[in-house]
């Protein structure tokens, strides 16, 4: 087993808050084995083409409070060709790193995998909004864009109270409805449109509403997953259906940015400290994920085979609560 002297820790895909506190802990910890650790920008396409910086314990001051990636993002079609992982395997050798730290999601993870198979050891940090990561029962960032986007419901009830209006809220979630979930339940939204389940619009929206107007509710609430369809169609069926004023709101990356929360700090921190610790017993190709609150780590490859359901009783419950 090679000694592991120099990592370098790298963010790809979408960002999320959290993420410069995954990258300090990565830092930190490596500073406190006597492990250098490198900074590679733009995600692959940093490693293509060797765009690194220097990261120590002090380098990494005052960034876990910081929405966004210090180390900045991109997609890298270059990466997923033959000649672009010999790139980016010839710059971590001529860079001296024994060991890649990749904090994003699906997409990242895949990439480490093909690291780890051309014989560079790599460990994976789940980082992404959407908390879609299967192996993981939570992803850094999901926490603060919950509360960003709860934020932004609650303002927007204050005048849509004052209105008697219906509110029709599309956060983010292409694939996977645990966002608009949450939220949904959180805020007390009517009714919760999630790309996992088939909906009955009249049935699970409109007689919803046609009930509150009857017991003289003064506001309505529909959350929208952005993978379940327009939002607009959506409010325009309400309005015409019910006659209700009703108004369209799109939250969009805003949901990405921001102060993270206590919750993804601690988690970033927590990951990224195992994450190091992980590649310095001399294992590759492993994701971090938490488990009922525990920190585990299984194979990429085992990970990627997974798929992540809704959670069915917090389903059940958003129903319950939408009475």
């Known amino acids: 087993m090679k000694e592991i002297k120099r990592i370098g820790v790298l963010t790809s895909g979408g ?9 300090r802990a990565v830092a930190r910890t490596a500073s406190y084995y006597n492990i250098d650790c490198l900074g590679v920008r733009r995600g692959y396409n940093g490693l293509i083409n060797g765009d690194v910086t220097e990261l120590d314990a002090r380098s990494v001051n005052g960034i876990i409070s ?5 180390l900045y993002t991109a997609r890298c079609p270059e990466f997923l060709t033959e000649e672009g992982m010999k790139k980016a395997v010839c710059t971590c050798r001529y860079l001296g790193i024994d060991g890649i730290i990749a904090i994003g999601g699906d997409g990242t ?6 690291l780890a198979e051309q014989g560079i050891p790599t460990i994976g940090v ?13 992803s850094i960032g999901f926490d603060t864009a919950c509360n960003t986007a709860l934020d932004a419901i609650d303002k927007l009830r204050d005048t849509m109270q004052s209105h008697q209006r219906c509110s029709v809220v599309e956060v983010m979630g292409r694939h996977a409805g645990h966002l608009a979930l949450y939220v949904g339940i959180a ?8 790309p996992e389940k088939t909906l009955d619009f009249d049935k699970d929206v409109i007689e919803k509403i046609r009930d509150g107007i009857i017991n003289k509710r003064s506001h309505y609430i529909i959350i929208v997953a952005e993978g379940v369809g327009n939002a607009i169609e959506v409010a325009e069926r309400v309005a015409s259906q019910t006659g209700i004023d009703t108004r369209i709101t799109i ?67 958003s129903k319950i609560m939408a009475v």
């Open 15 to 23: 960002d999320a808050p959290g993420m410069n506190a995954a990258i």
């Open 187 to 194: 805020c007390g939204a009517q009714a919760i449109l999630v």
């Open 109 to 114: 993870f895949r990439g480490a995998k093909d």
């Open 251 to 317: 939250l969009g990356h805003i949901q990405r940015g921001g102060t993270p929360t206590a919750r993804d700090r601690v988690m970033a921190s927590r990951m990224g400290e195992f994450a190091v610790r992980t590649l310095l017993e001399g294992k590759t190709n492993r994701v971090v994920c938490s488990v009922n609150s525990e920190l585990i780590d299984i194979d990429i490859a085992e990970a990627l085979a997974m798929k992540k359901n809704l959670h069915e009783k917090m389903y059940e419950t």
């Open 126 to 138: 789940p980082a992404t909004i959407d908390n879609d990561i299967a192996s993981t029962h939570y």
């Open 66 to 70: 910081s929405g966004g990636t210090i």
